[in-house]
């Protein structure tokens, strides 16, 4: 394919399908004044694709010295994850006053995510390297941070000092007090700390990375001499990796499931035809590959990322490998879900992604056989597929794809596995039961809404930029916008938690409402997909209609944006009593006069407020 016709087809094509297309060019080496006219075309913001605006991340960077080079890579990036970035780079030396001026272009790209490399050319500068010098650089790099959080609620990712070739001391530089390479480390481990401390502001690690990307001239290369372009452009590759997986999370495209195969990729050998005992599995090379790799899938586990189990097998000898071989890092019980049969994994994934109320663009699959690799890249182009067949490579791809990196991690996190489990102890007891309204009463279901509290936002920003299924505007936000919301006195900010006799949830819904005289208006409303069908949603609104009414608000007022996902909430207002008002662009408002029917809290629910803090 031709890159005219391949910019033809991104443009009028939505989906994933055109997308996977391009990436396969890239793969294959597509000529640089191709790319370069790829790149072109993924930053212009006349882009007719019907999911342009979903996919689209405004990005503003700026540095003392010049980031031109990161401006196509990073397009190629962002296409890499399925999203169009538009970008804005400050002009040459333009930093301070641009993130310091509200009125700047800078700020008014309305970025969602805004890079900062002003230690970019430190090391062109002659600054001593003294303790007093690590300190004040440190000062100064945060002053930038904290001058642009005076205005940009948004995320914020401050890129480190990354390590020079030149020591002036040779191989005595590590004798010296403050040697260059423990003056980095110092600085840097001083900014990690700051980010540690303040919300929505990220480290994008250019030391870090410098050592992954090979680059044989980190910081003496040509482009610094010859384009005034202090990083190298290896390194900016990487960089433009990272930056993409933060606008990935940061927009709700991080990935939640991972389909593994079982033969040559938990194991080494076929089951079927070596038995349990003769799978490899050893401390020795091979079989030590697939323990760590194992160790890196429950590592993600532990992140969060949903496992499903995808193997063509006889189930009973999978599963036996799993209970006769000690060097099993992964256990039954590690698994959401699975598929262990002989249809073909197309079909597989497609009832995995339904068990487990996820669309398939949050899958994941690892498999080493080629032949389904291709057949599910061609039919459901939405999976993100690890492109190797060798364990090894598979190991470095899981380990480096960033595919499932989100901006927080929560206890909700810890407790996704769990909760599939009980939903399938559910459909147990559903299955032995003849009336809905009892079965649905034996869960023992209680709802909590809470309103304005502060322990709850890392997870309330978490389930924003991650929730796309009932979700009726997917607006995203990080969490110091959020907590922005929870201190302003025109808006209240609501979440709700979940429990029944078989699992506590957690935190699993948000509503953001703006208060505007007599009327809450509704600007977000999102619940997450593991409890939907037993009337949560319901009494989440009406717990927050409660608390209207009782705060003296006599309308409320809901808000739906149509999105390629949320299909499935397009009739919610209707069905709790709201009727429908007038639109303006994409959206449309429903309003409800207050107080709420009594029936709108589903009668099997136990509902608790708890009281909301006073906001002044």
């Known amino acids: 394919m031709n890159v005219h016709t391949l910019l033809q087809q991104l443009e009028t094509e939505p989906g994933w399908r055109s997308l996977r297309a391009a990436q396969k060019a890239l793969r294959e080496k597509l000529a640089r004044p191709d790319r370069l006219l790829l790149a072109k075309f993924l930053q212009a913001e006349a882009n007719r694709r019907a999911d342009f605006k979903d996919r689209s991340v405004r990005v503003s960077l700026a540095s003392d010295a010049s980031l031109d080079n990161f401006m196509d890579p990073l397009a190629l990036r962002l296409l890499e994850r399925g999203l169009f970035g538009i970008q804005y780079h400050a002009p040459f030396g333009q930093m301070a006053m641009e993130i310091r001026n509200p009125s700047s272009d800078f700020l008014a790209h309305q970025p969602e995510v805004a ?63 403050w040697g260059r390479a423990d003056f980095a480390r110092a600085v840097n481990l001083q900014l990690s700390q700051r980010c540690r401390e303040t919300s929505g502001v990220f480290i994008l690690d250019a030391e870090y990375l410098a050592g992954q990307c090979g680059a044989s001239w980190p910081g003496l290369h040509k482009q610094q001499f010859m384009g005034s372009r202090p990083v190298a452009d290896d390194l900016v590759s990487q960089l433009a990796v990272e930056i993409a997986a933060f606008c990935a999370a940061r927009k709700g495209f991080a990935r939640k499931c991972l389909a593994v195969d079982f033969d040559n990729t938990l194991w080494g050998g076929v089951v079927g035809e070596d038995g349990v005992a003769g799978v490899q599995l050893a401390s020795g090379f091979p079989g030590n590959i697939h323990v760590e790799l194992q160790r890196e899938i429950r590592a993600l586990k532990a992140r969060g990322v949903t496992l499903a189990a995808l193997s063509k097998n006889n189930e009973a000898d ?144 978490q389930l924003t930029q991650k929730t796309n299924q009932f979700n009726l505007t997917t607006r995203r936000y990080t969490e110091s916008e959020i907590s922005n919301l929870v201190q302003d006195r025109n808006w209240r900010v609501f979440w709700c938690s979940c429990r029944d006799r078989f699992a506590d949830e957690g935190v699993i819904g948000v509503a953001l409402v703006k208060i505007a005289g007599d009327e809450y208006q509704l600007d977000t409303f999102l619940l997450s997909c593991r409890v939907l069908g037993r009337g949560v949603e319901k ?46 662009g994409d959206s449309r408002f429903w309003r409800l006069a207050l107080p709420a029917a009594a029936d709108l809290i589903p009668q099997w629910i136990a509902l608790q407020n708890a009281p909301a803090p006073n906001k002044l």
């Open 115 to 177: 890079v900062l490399a002003p230690l970019a050319a430190f090391w062109q500068k002659d600054i001593p390297t003294t303790a007093e010098s690590v300190t004040q650089t440190s000062e100064e790099t945060w002053a930038h941070v904290s001058a642009l959080r005076n205005h940009f609620p948004g995320l914020i990712l401050l890129q480190n000092l990354y390590p020079t070739e030149r020591r002036p001391q040779g191989i005595l530089d590590s004798k010296s007090h």
């Open 539 to 584: 009494a989440f609104l009406g717990g927050i209609c409660q608390y209207a009414h009782h705060s003296g608000a006599r309308q409320m007022r809901g808000e739906f944006i149509p999105s390629a996902k949320n299909a499935q909430t397009e009739k919610f207002y209707e069905a709790c009593g709201f009727t429908a008002a007038a639109a303006a």
């Open 318 to 461: 999978a599963w036996e490998v799993f209970q006769q071989r000690p060097e099993m890092v992964l256990q039954r019980a590690d698994f959401g879900a699975h598929r262990i049969n002989w249809q073909d994994k197309a079909a597989n994934l497609r009832e995995l992604a339904t068990e487990l109320n996820l669309g398939l663009e949050a899958f994941v699959l690892l498999d080493d056989n080629p032949v389904e690799r291709e057949l599910i890249a061609e039919v459901l182009p939405e999976v993100e597929i690890c492109p190797a067949s060798d364990p090894m490579e598979m190991l470095r791809w899981l380990a480096t794809c960033r595919c499932f990196d989100t901006l927080a991690i929560t206890r909700e996190d810890a407790l996704r596995t769990q909760s599939y489990a009980a939903a399938e102890a559910r459909s147990q007891r559903a299955a032995q039961s003849d009336n809905l309204e009892q079965y649905l009463l034996s869960l023992e279901t209680c709802v909590e809404v809470g309103c304005d509290t502060l322990p709850q936002i890392a997870r309330m920003a």
